[in-house]
Every structure is written in structure tokens, then in C-alpha cells.
């Protein structure tokens, strides 16, 4: 059974920093490219960052250059370290595992709020 479990959220001041973490199992991590989505009431799901098995990165532009997306294979576990955050980085952050270029697992999510 494939399981995506997200932790790290919570409450933070603009301009404050986050660390999520989304450990996986059931699966093996080294195949699939990993990312993070977010999403908030009434708006469609969107894309944050990726990181290949192979550690090529993708970013959002909202992202780029304030969150940093990175993976340890040895511990099944893919980490989006958030700086600068604002206010309108508030929303549900969602792990996923992918084969191409569509999510196949998605965790359950975890809450971030940015408060001013």
C-alpha cells in the first residue's frame, strides 16, 4: 500500500521560513520524481516544485528562488524548505509521486498559513 504522509506545516509571519517533509512508502522513491502542490478553497490545484529521481528541479515562478525542493532516497523522504514566505503562500501543500509527468500518489496534505 502506497502511502504519502506530509508534515511540517503551520502557522508563520510573512517573511518567516517552513520545512515540510512528506515520507513515502510502499513504493520504490528512487523511481518516481516527487513535488509538491498547494491549493486553496475554490482554486484549482497548483503546481509548486519537482525534483526528479535523477535531482533535476522544477519551480513554480511564484516559488522560484524563495522555496527549495530537495530529496533523500535513503530515507524515502522529499523536503520543500520555504523562505520569504507571504501571505498568498497560504493553502493545503500536497506531496505526489510520479512515473511521467502526472501525479499517480498524493498525500493527504498539511496546512500552511502565513499570517501578516
Known amino acids: 500500500q502506497v502511502r504519502l504522509a506530509e508534515s511540517g506545516g503551520g502557522l508563520v509571519q510573512a517573511g518567516g521560513s517552513l520545512s515540510l517533509s512528506c515520507a513515502v512508502s510502499?513504493?520504490?522513491?528512487?523511481?518516481?520524481?516527487m513535488a509538491w502542490y498547494r491549493q486553496v478553497p475554490g482554486k484549482q490545484r497548483e503546481f509548486v516544485a519537482r525534483v526528479a529521481n535523477y535531482d533535476n528541479t522544477l519551480y513554480a515562478d511564484s516559488v522560484r528562488e524563495r522555496f527549495t525542493i530537495s530529496r533523500d532516497n535513503a530515507r524515502s523522504t522529499v523536503y520543500l524548505q520555504m523562505n520569504n514566505l507571504k501571505l498568498e503562500d497560504t493553502a493545503v501543500y500536497y506531496c505526489s509521486a510520479m512515473r511521467t509527468g502526472t501525479p499517480n500518489y498524493w498525500g493527504q496534505g498539511t496546512q500552511v498559513t502565513v499570517s501578516s
Open positions: 510502499g513504493l520504490i522513491f528512487s523511481s518516481y520524481s
